[in-house]
């Protein structure tokens, strides 16, 4: 099973930008449809994005996520990439890493997430 590290999250105010991190190792993330979730407070993990393992199929789970945020995938650096941008209060939540779960099991341990707070 492979491992992953989420890194980059933090306390922003409304309209900044973040870029997330997400380190795999173990396994190569090239062998695997790849996604970031959220988990808000008080609320179940949701999946935020998601990429092709070649990266030629991007979805976004809602409108407002997909004109605001980015999800990039660096196979070489076996590094998947979340850019938000305009950040809002209601994105705040621990984001995560895994493969999509669209196409199967999740083939990675869950790593600690990374948190984001926005305040307004």
């Known amino acids: 099973q492979g491992q992953l590290d989420e890194s980059g999250g933090g306390l922003v105010q409304a309209g900044s930008s973040l870029r997330l991190s997400c380190a795999a190792s173990g396994r190569n993330i090239s062998d695997y449809n790849m996604a970031w979730y959220r988990q808000a407070p008080g609320k179940e993990r949701e999946i935020v994005a998601s990429i092709s393992w070649s990266g030629a199929n991007i979805n976004y789970a809602t409108y407002s996520v997909k004109h605001r945020f980015t999800i990039i995938r660096d196979n070489a650096k076996n590094t998947l990439y979340l850019q938000m941008n305009s950040l809002e209060p209601e994105d705040t939540a621990m984001y995560y890493c895994?493969?999509?779960?669209?196409?199967?099991?999740?083939?990675?341990?869950w790593g600690q997430g990374t948190r984001v707070t926005v305040s307004s």
């Open positions: 895994n493969s999509d779960y669209h196409n199967g099991p999740y083939y990675f341990n």
